[in-house]
Structures are given as C-alpha cells and as structure tokens.
C-alpha cells in the first residue's frame, strides 16, 4: 500500500465522528441508573461503553430518554 492511500484511509477513519449514545437523565436531583450515576441532564456515552444490560435499565425507566447513535 502506497504512503498516500494509507493516508487517505487514516483521514476517512478519523473523518468519522464516534458513535456516542445521548442519555437524557429528568431527575432533577439524577439518578442512578445500570451501575452509573447520572446528573440531570444530557450525558454523551460512547457506544463502546454503553453494555446491554446499561441500555436496558436506562430504557426501562421512566425518568430517562435514550438516543442511540445513528447507524452505519
């Protein structure tokens, strides 16, 4: 591979913001919620650190919106 096509694929993969999901906490006072505390208001979580058992709670509870990161 030539020096200037690893240097383009570097930049399209740093190009490419990280997946975050956005976690909205209502609680006014937060809340802790699938092993985290969470202060009032919007939290960005990066995809690589939101587990399933995490999203799950979060979704279950009332006092939360989750945004997932767009796919692709």
Do not use: I, N
Request: charged share 25%; aromatic share 4%.
């Amino acid at each position: 591979m030539t020096d200037s096509k690893q240097t383009t694929q570097a930049a399209a993969k740093a190009a490419k913001p990280a997946a975050v999901y956005v976690v909205h906490c209502h609680a006014k006072d937060g809340r802790r919620r699938g092993g985290t505390r969470w202060d009032h208001g919007k939290t960005e979580v990066p995809a690589s650190k939101m587990t399933k058992k995490m999203l799950a709670a979060l979704e279950a509870d009332g006092l939360f919106s989750v945004m997932a990161p767009p796919e692709g």
